[in-house]
Nanobody, 120 residues
Framework: QVQLVESGGGLVQPGGSLRLSCAASGFTFSYYDMSWYRQAPGKERELVASISNEGGITNYADSVKGRFTISRENAKKTVYLQMNNLKPEDTAVYFC?????????????WGQGTQLTVSS
């Protein structure tokens, strides 16, 4: 069965760093584009960063450019989000997403999320 399991969240002080991981199983990871989203209390879920299936193309929300880096290891079926210079406004639940379109069909999977709190 398909699973996306995020880990690495926690409490960190402003200016600190953290790396999130998302381990995939149950599907061919290397076929899928991967993304990180976040949702803060009372706000809509927003795209943070995305990476193409072979890792050659990355995109970032303006709010995290220069601070966050998305990467993946297809051999380990894992996608990462390195977060530096964290700010209180980065506080949210972070979700990973796997998506692809094949044969006119959309495949779209989400993890359960991991909480990041940035506070002194």
């Amino acid at each position: 069965q398909v699973q996306l399991v995020e880990s690495g969240g926690g409490l960190v002080q402003p200016g600190g760093s953290l790396r999130l991981s998302c381990a995939a199983s149950g599907f061919t990871f290397s076929y899928y584009d991967m993304s990180w989203y976040r949702q803060a209390p009372g706000k809509e879920r927003e795209l943070v960063a995305s990476i193409s299936n072979e890792g050659g193309i990355t995109n970032y929300a303006d709010s995290v450019k220069g601070r966050f880096t998305i990467s993946r290891e297809n051999a380990k079926k894992t996608v990462y989000l390195q977060m530096n210079n964290l700010k209180p406004e980065d506080t949210a639940v972070y979700f990973c997403r796997a998506a692809r379109t094949s044969g006119g069909r959309r495949y779209d999977y989400w993890g359960q999320g991991t909480q990041l709190t940035v506070s002194s």
